[in-house]
Nanobody, 123 residues
Framework: QVQLTESGGGSVQAGGSLRLSCSAS??????MAWFRQAPGKERAGVAV???????RYAASVKGRFTISKDNAKNTLYLQMNNLKPEDTAMYYC???????????????????WGQGTQVTVSS
């Protein structure tokens, strides 16, 4: 099983920025993604990066969030700018091992998940 460890969460005011990191115990040669889950809500896809570097975003974060990865460091990132209170959630890193591309609407295709890092945005 692959270990995924998120970091970088915290509390910020609306309009602020955070950068989340996800360290993997193996090379990130497959599709990787970020999901989030707010209290009382289902886990939802935020951003995904395919093996060829193609990125896709949820409509609610497009233009504000950027997903990227550093293969040399086995680390996935999520740069979050212009944060809003509705971005408050637990953020999870997910690995879709064996897949070059996965839709954000199919979280079950991601085989490994981190423990999550909390992001809280105050108004």
């Amino acid at each position: 099983q692959v270990q995924l460890t998120e970091s970088g969460g915290g509390s910020v005011q609306a309009g602020g920025s955070l950068r989340l990191s996800c360290s993997a115990s193996r090379q990130m040669t497959d599709c990787m993604a970020w999901f989030r889950q707010a209290p009382g809500k289902e886990r939802a896809g935020v951003a995904v990066i395919d093996t060829d570097g193609t990125t896709r975003y949820a409509a609610s974060v497009k233009g504000r969030f950027t997903i990227s990865k550093d293969n040399a460091k086995n680390t996935l990132y999520l740069q979050m700018n212009n944060l809003k209170p509705e971005d408050t959630a637990m953020y999870y890193c997910a690995g879709g091992w064996g897949y070059r591309s996965i839709s954000l609407s199919v979280p079950s295709a991601f085989g490994d998940w981190g423990q999550g890092t909390q992001v809280t945005v105050s108004s």
